[in-house]
């Protein structure tokens, strides 16, 4: 096991960038070109919000923590850059995707109460035969070459909690933030640490009034994170005003400056994080498009017609 990220198989052979993972992905449509016309599936952004809240979903059922399920669905995306999702049960999947990480975190379930959970949830497409769980298991860890070990965004969260002086509030968003950033590409494209200080830079500068970004977050946000960016690269001294004009208070723009003093001290990525800002704010720019009934008579068709719901 691997302590420290950066000697990790996370960061050595599951952090890519924009164009290889593009790149993978393409390979594998190329390659099933014939299946991936014969049976379209939404967007990727809308399948993965339709695959977080299936993992979600399972995960309260049988009471799983939050870090186990972000483990799932980091699974779920790896195994679908090795594999193309049309030629899976996107269920069984998920489904053990969940199994599997429960048993990494050290909050391990019985596989006939994950049937037995998944198959209230998804009655047509999960066997009552609790081997074929365990099959679907074995393929993920061998498509993932057996490098199970993740590395989440939450731990460096906590660590920097103390140094921000955050609030429980500020903490909280941040969480959710992070829960976000898993339906994106993010967690195959930047190092956790990275993640955390996105989240918590727009829990600070922003610091929205509404329980959830998805109201909050406009062309502001790309604004202010860029004025960030000039800040630290300029002096690292202050925040424009600009940017801190969405915070009110002398303590929120302390606190904004000390952020930005600190990421300039710390020669943190800043067109990372701009970066990872702008891959949130696609995310929730399009979920009001979602659909989950599309999403899911879709998947339906092509896993009923190709008969591998059993």
């Known amino acids: 096991m691997a302590a420290n990220y950066w000697a990790s198989t996370q960061h050595r052979y599951w952090q890519s960038s924009k164009q290889e ?19 379209p599936l939404p967007e990727r952004r809308f399948l993965s919000i339709y ?71 998804w009655p047509d497409f999960i066997p009552t035969d609790t081997s074929k769980l365990g099959e679907c298991e074995f393929t993920l860890i061998s498509e993932m070459n057996s490098q199970l070990i993740v590395h989440q965004p939450y731990r460096s969260l906590s660590d920097l909690q103390g140094t921000f002086s955050l609030a429980q509030d500020e903490v909280a ?19 956790p640490h990275t993640v955390a200080l996105t989240a918590i830079f727009l829990a600070v500068v922003l610091k929205p009034t509404q329980t959830s970004l998805h109201a909050a977050v406009t062309s502001a946000v790309a604004s202010a994170v860029q004025a960030a960016a000039s800040s630290v690269n300029s002096s690292g001294n202050g925040f424009q005003s600009s940017s801190a004009g969405a915070n009110t208070g002398n303590t929120a723009q302390t ?56």
């Not at 968003?173 to 190092?191: E, G, K, Q, V």
């Not at 994080?273 to 989950?292: A, F, G, M, P, R």
């Open 51 to 121: 695959f977080n809240q299936q993992i979600v979903k399972l995960g309260r059922r049988i009471q799983v923590r939050q870090q186990a399920l972000a483990t799932a669905q980091l699974y779920v995306r790896r195994f679908y850059t090795k594999i193309e999702i049309r030629q899976t049960n996107p269920y069984l999947v998920l489904a053990t995707a969940v199994y599997l990480a429960c048993k990494m975190e050290e909050c391990p379930q019985h596989i006939r109460l994950v049937v037995s959970e998944a198959r209230t949830f």
């Open 255 to 310: 606190k904004v400056q000390e952020l930005v003093t600190w990421l300039a001290e710390s020669d943190v990525d800043m067109e990372a994080i701009i970066d990872c800002t702008q891959e949130l704010i696609s995310l929730y720019d399009v979920w009001d498009q979602y659909n989950e009934k599309v999403c899911k008579e879709q998947i339906a068709r092509y896993v009923k017609a190709r008969g591998i719901d059993r």
């Open 173 to 191: 968003l941040a969480w959710s933030i992070i829960n976000d950033h898993y339906l994106t590409d993010l967690p195959l494209l930047y190092p």
């Open 21 to 39: 993972l593009a790149e993978k992905r393409k390979r594998l449509e190329d390659d099933d070109r014939a299946l991936v016309q014969q049976y």
